[in-house]
Nanobody
Framework: QVQLVESGGGLVQPGGSLRLSCAAS????????MGWYRQAPGKQRELVAI???????NYADSGKGRFTISRDNAKKTVYLQMNSLKPEDTAVYYC???????WGQGTQVTVSS
């Protein structure tokens, strides 16, 4: 069993930054790719970024150049650094053990002046 716990969300002004964290339990974290997803009100959940077990990354167009995903296998934690935030980035952000049904509970990010 794996538990994922996100943190770091909050209210930020446009142009601001946030760093989300997702801490995992269990011993399989380092073997899996990890993804960050988001879901805005009335919209489907969408992939934001993914990082493989080896550290390769891929980003949705919406976050390219602004978001950076990283991981620390020793801490069993994946991060999402978000810069130059826009109102359209407002959503609940979730982490996922890629290819599994293990999801965190989500953390709210609100970008507003």
């Amino acid at each position: 069993q794996v538990q994922l716990v996100e943190s770091g969300g909050g209210l930020v002004q446009p142009g601001g930054s946030l760093r989300l964290s997702c801490a995992a339990s269990g011993s399989i974290f380092r073997f899996y790719a990890m993804g960050w997803y988001r879901q805005a009100p009335g919209k489907q959940r969408e992939l934001v970024a993914i990082i493989t077990s080896g550290g390769s990354t891929n980003y949705a167009d919406s976050g390219k150049g602004r978001f950076t995903i990283s991981r620390d296998n020793a801490k069993k934690t994946v991060y999402l650094q978000m810069n130059s935030l826009k109102p359209e980035d407002t959503a609940v952000y979730y982490c996922n053990l890629h290819g599994t049904d293990f999801w965190g509970q989500g953390t709210q990010v609100t970008v507003s002046s």
